[in-house]
């Protein structure tokens, strides 16, 4: 078992892919991080004549761009009714919506920019992991048709869960047909593309240092050395670290830690999702899982908050859970288990900001594939002026004075949680 992303394993950064030999010296937009977020926004950037470097301290998407599901889904890390009721119906909606139309943008860029990275929009499944959170979603799916609108949602009941999901371990669940998946290093890597058709200089191995305002302008030190812009985005979110420090009390960090089984024969693949879908339970400490495109299955969760559980530990962890629900994977070997960082607020919304003069664009809760690339699009649209205000900017970005640099309290969090689970 390889403790290395499966995806860039599977699919490695290419090496045709045209990365700047030499770090400008000056730049419009310099955008720290190079996953969807920032990618997102430098196209929108260069589309509109804007000269943009984006500063990656890595290689190209190695973070969480590289390393998540590959899932996407509507909706944000926050419950809609809890949106609502704080920030009232219109903004409610109005989020809901940004939720879907980012799906909407990924199908338009897979498209436009002609990314192969196994686009399939094949719906998704919540499934209740206790007769009680069955009730729950019958629930659910009359307030979002009465608030929202929205009736893409259809329950299956427990009698009825075979037509979706070959395994009896849940009580039902709800399926929404607005849910896809890909391949995230294959997506990631086409945005870089891109990017770079467009004049957008990527540079690799130029983690930022330092970064101070000199005669209306930003310099940026970086691992190749100084670069002056006119504007920085910081992109980083689950790897922000204290280079703005007024960003890290903002978000927290929080792990995630997926699995994937060798290939399964086409026989399991169609016994065990025959749809397609992409799935996750309905528990605090959520469990979420798929099949890859060459059938694998993938499973992933955040039994452990913390970003550093042995992943050994892990791969045991997840397969239990995953030879539960599924008995029929358990003689079939793993063959990778690794880790990302995701980025909460404590709101648990995605926010579009400014600190210390340098925009910020992060905390999307674990729907980061579809969030991410909407909101570095909107970064770059408000950069730009053709956004004059986005609600992920409006909204209040709570904070917490006990936390400013490490999340300490992410152990006694997962204990709350998983009294949750035992509880509910």
């Not at 090496?15 to 030499?22: K, R, Y």
Request: aromatic share 12%; proline share 6%; with cysteine.
């Amino acid at each position: 078992m390889k403790t290395t992303p499966f995806w860039t394993d599977d699919f490695p950064r290419p090496s045709d892919l045209p990365l700047a030999e030499e770090l400008p010296e000056r730049v419009d937009v310099a955008i720290i991080g190079s996953g969807y977020t920032g990618l997102s926004a430098a196209l929108v950037l260069a589309k509109s004549g804007a000269s943009v470097a984006v500063l990656e301290r890595e290689t190209m998407g190695w973070g969480a761009s590289s390393r998540n599901g590959g899932m996407t889904m509507p909706g944000l890390k926050q419950g809609m009714p809890q949106v609502i009721d704080k920030y009232g119906p219109e903004i409610g909606r109005t989020l809901w919506q940004a939720s879907i139309d980012a799906i909407y943008l990924i199908d338009r860029l897979v498209r436009e920019e002609q990314i192969d990275c196994h686009w399939q929009i094949d719906g998704y499944m919540a499934l209740a992991a206790k007769p009680s959170h069955f009730e729950n979603m019958k629930k659910k799916k009359a307030w979002f048709a009465d608030q929202l609108g929205y009736t893409d949602l259809r329950l299956v009941s427990p009698n009825e869960i075979r037509s979706e999901i070959g395994t009896a371990a849940y009580y039902g669940g709800l399926v929404g047909e607005l849910g896809a998946g890909l391949h995230p290093a294959k997506y990631v890597f086409g945005l870089a593309r891109a990017a770079a058709r467009r004049g957008i200089h990527l540079c690799e191995h130029a983690g930022v240092t330092a970064l101070e305002k000199q005669n209306g302008a930003f310099r940026l030190n970086t691992a190749r050395g100084p670069l002056f812009a006119a504007e920085v985005v910081l992109a980083t979110n689950g790897y922000t670290d204290r280079l703005v420090p007024a960003c890290k009390p903002k978000l927290f960090p929080v792990g995630s830690y997926p699995i994937v089984t060798e290939p399964l024969s086409p026989e399991l693949q169609e016994k065990l999702s025959p749809r397609g879908r992409m799935f996750y339970d309905s528990k605090w400490l959520l469990s979420y899982f798929r099949l890859t495109p060459d059938g694998r299955m993938l499973w992933g969760g955040r039994n452990n908050l913390n970003t550093d559980l042995d992943l050994k530990e892990s791969a045991r962890i997840l397969r239990r859970q995953m030879v539960d629900a599924f008995p029929e994977l358990v003689e079939i070997p793993i063959t990778h288990s690794w880790t990302g960082k995701l980025g909460i607020t404590f709101d648990l919304l995605p926010h579009i900001g400014r600190a210390q003069g340098v925009h910020y664009v992060f905390g999307y809760g674990g729907h980061g594939l579809s969030l991410a690339t909407y909101l570095g699009a909107e970064m770059g649209k408000l950069l730009t002026g053709e956004l004059a205000s986005s609600p992920f900017a409006e909204i209040p970005h709570q904070t917490m004075f006990f936390y400013r640099n490490e999340p300490w309290f992410l152990p006694f969090a997962a204990w709350y949680y998983r009294f949750l689970d035992w509880r509910s």
